[in-house]
């Protein structure tokens, strides 16, 4: 009797330890066949895998204390590391957190805080921000010295045939995300509006910076019908004597232009003579305004300054929603839309 009962108690372990198998097998064929699907969606749209690699850099940034890479020294009397510390810390940084599809492509002085680097992943170029210290590596910087806005910088002035500029400087990435937003809706309203991109005399990105603006200052005051082709193409990847070709810009006029009347343009483009301060910075009839950076954000905030029975049929037209990645090239941003300003 008891060895029969021992045999059924075998037997149900045995059907018990089969069925978990089982369950097991299912569970991982199950698994298997989810990661096949994924892949297969990643082979056919391989757009999934930059969003996905942009989204783990965003969160790893967001939470990018990396002083094991940095350490920390003593220089002048206070806690910091060298430019070319943080350049070597932040390049093994990221080779481990994207494994090695992050490249570091330039790091400077930003302000007595912090280093400015530029990477590139997957084709995009990613602006961060290290603190002198050498303890957290950030993404993005947005100014908490912020006026509260007045009554007349928050209500869009109406117009027949609104006056509508953008400033921004030349190599901050929000001032091309900002760009890149606009610029087809400049295109789209056309000679409904008048329109322009302004930029700032004083450069926060090296001498780079103020030589492209002036470029692209003598182009819109000489060549104007050759603009936004220029800056359609120069925010993709800023190759600036490619996209002059491209746009079929007059060198010769415009080299004139560098070397004879720059000087007349150009001060009066400063960001003294526009009251800005930040990039990019939305004027519309002479009033700052705050707006998203998607195409079809700028096209709203614009479309509302025609006055009553002015706004042209255009502004019943759908552009992209999404706003574009700060920095070159034409991707979405992985973080939506932002209001972060250089």
């Not at 590391?81 to 810390?89: H, P, R």
């Amino acid at each position: 009797m008891e060895e029969h009962k021992s045999g059924n108690k075998f037997d149900e372990e045995k059907k018990k330890t089969e069925r978990e198998g089982s369950l097991k097998t299912d569970s991982e064929q199950k698994e298997r066949k989810e990661k096949e699907n994924l892949t297969d969606k990643v082979r056919e749209n391989p757009w999934i895998a930059t969003t996905i690699m942009l989204g783990v850099l965003t969160l790893i940034l967001i939470i990018g204390n990396f002083t094991n890479f940095t350490g920390s020294i003593i220089t002048g009397g206070t806690i910091g590391v060298s430019e070319s510390s943080a350049a070597k810390a932040l390049n093994k940084f990221i080779e481990i957190k994207t494994n090695g599809e992050a490249k570091l492509l330039q790091i400077q002085k930003y302000n007595d805080f912090l280093y400015e680097a530029t990477i590139e992943l997957q084709g995009n170029k990613i602006p961060l921000y290290i603190t002198k210290d050498g303890k957290y590596l950030v993404q993005g910087i947005t100014s908490l010295e912020i006026q509260a806005p007045s009554a007349s910088s928050t209500e869009v002035p109406k117009s027949d045939k609104p006056n509508v500029e953008l400033a921004i400087t030349s190599h901050c990435p929000y001032g091309l995300q900002g760009t890149k937003g606009i610029l087809p809706v400049y295109e789209l309203l056309g000679d409904k509006i008048d329109s322009s991109i302004r930029y700032f005399n004083i450069p926060s990105h090296g001498e780079k910076e103020e030589i492209e603006a002036k470029r692209a200052v003598c182009i819109r005051e000489q060549q104007r019908d050759k603009l936004f082709d220029y800056l359609a193409c120069y925010v993709e990847a800023g190759e600036s004597e490619n996209c002059l070709k491209e746009a079929k810009v007059d060198e010769t006029k415009l080299n004139s232009c560098l070397t004879n009347d720059i000087g007349d343009y150009y001060s009066g483009t400063s960001e003294i003579g526009l009251g800005v301060s930040s990039s990019p910075t939305l004027i519309i009839n002479g009033v700052q305004l705050d707006s998203g950076r998607s195409p079809a954000a700028y096209l709203a905030t614009i479309c509302n300054a025609f006055t009553e029975g002015n706004q042209p049929e255009a502004c019943n037209e759908e552009l992209n929603s999404a706003s574009p990645s700060p920095g070159f090239g034409y991707t979405a941003s992985a973080g939506g839309s932002t209001n972060a300003q250089c």
